[in-house]
């Protein structure tokens, strides 16, 4: 990559970090660790600026999602909901979410990868965040549920159809109905974790570790591949995304100096030296 920093500042985080572990990685910590990083409404707005922000960066190229302290996130932050109904809040979006959902996350589309490095429990919302991720690492200690029928709600954050798309509506509906925990090994089972990390000190790591072998790849060939998954996990039919994939990507793709760059470095047998990506 010409660069290794973004060139403009991040939006303001009311309630994450934000570090650039390796070239071209983002890494967000959400970080209400007393909360169990349960999020309240504003933080789903300025997580939402953020993974815009994130998505049209030029040197950035994959992002790392995670918890500080002993859970991923709890979910929605239930005593700001319960003190919105006796006082509403002074801006309206406030009771709300973005369109890209829980966290800016569960529903979001987006350009880049995302990679979820789940430390702890992923409740609600914050299960659904890792539903919509592009990859889930998670820890030997992790939980997934959705208990929102236990209270009397739903997961209404676009959790329940990528959890039946994914795992099954047998599966699914065990998860929701029930609202247990399930742990990493389940998780792995039912196609929703892609790996457990060594430890639970190594989680980080291993995440970073992953994000670096897709922040080799070509910028532009990690956009194109992406948006080639996503529109096969959206759509119905096998012709029709792979008619919408050819034609938002292979015209731009094709000559592009990042297909050049890797024939020629093929062919010189050295590491290709990639540009940002024009996709």
């Not at 169990?36 to 999602?65: C, G, K, R």
């Not at 789940?118 to 200690?141: H, K, Q, Y």
């Not at 008619?243 to 010189?268: H, I, Q």
């Amino acid at each position: 990559m010409s660069s290794l920093s973004p060139t403009s500042p991040p939006p303001a985080q009311s309630h994450a970090l934000l570090s650039y572990p390796s070239p071209s990685i983002l890494l967000v910590t959400l970080n209400r660790p007393l909360a169990m990083n349960a999020l309240p409404f504003q933080a789903h707005w300025d997580l939402s600026e953020l993974w815009s922000w994130f998505d049209d960066s030029p040197t950035l190229l994959v992002a790392i999602l995670t918890g500080a302290g002993s859970a991923f996130c709890a979910g929605q932050d239930l005593k700001e909901v319960q003190a919105n109904r006796l006082q509403p809040p002074s801006q309206p979006y406030l009771k709300g979410r973005p369109p890209s959902g829980f966290g800016g996350m569960s529903q979001r589309k987006g350009r880049k990868p995302i990679i979820a490095a789940v430390n702890g429990v992923a409740f609600g919302g914050g299960f659904e965040m890792c539903l919509n991720c592009d990859i889930v690492i998670a820890s030997p200690r992790a939980q997934f549920a959705l208990p929102e029928a236990r209270r009397g709600l739903y997961a209404s954050a676009g959790g329940l159809p990528r959890l039946v798309h994914g795992a099954g509506i047998q599966i699914a509906s065990e998860i929701a109905l029930t609202g247990r925990s399930i742990s990493a090994e389940e998780g792995i089972r039912w196609l929703f974790v892609n790996r457990i990390s060594k430890s639970q000190e190594t989680l980080l790591e291993e995440a970073i570790t992953l994000g670096r072998e897709i922040a080799r790849l070509s910028p532009d060939a990690v956009i194109a591949t992406r948006g080639g998954l996503r529109d096969a996990h959206e759509m119905a039919g096998l012709e029709e995304t792979w008619a919408r994939t050819k034609e938002r990507y292979e015209k731009k793709l094709y000559g592009a100096p990042n297909m050049l760059e890797g024939l020629a470095a093929f062919m010189g047998k050295r590491e290709p030296k990639w540009v940002v990506s024009n996709l």
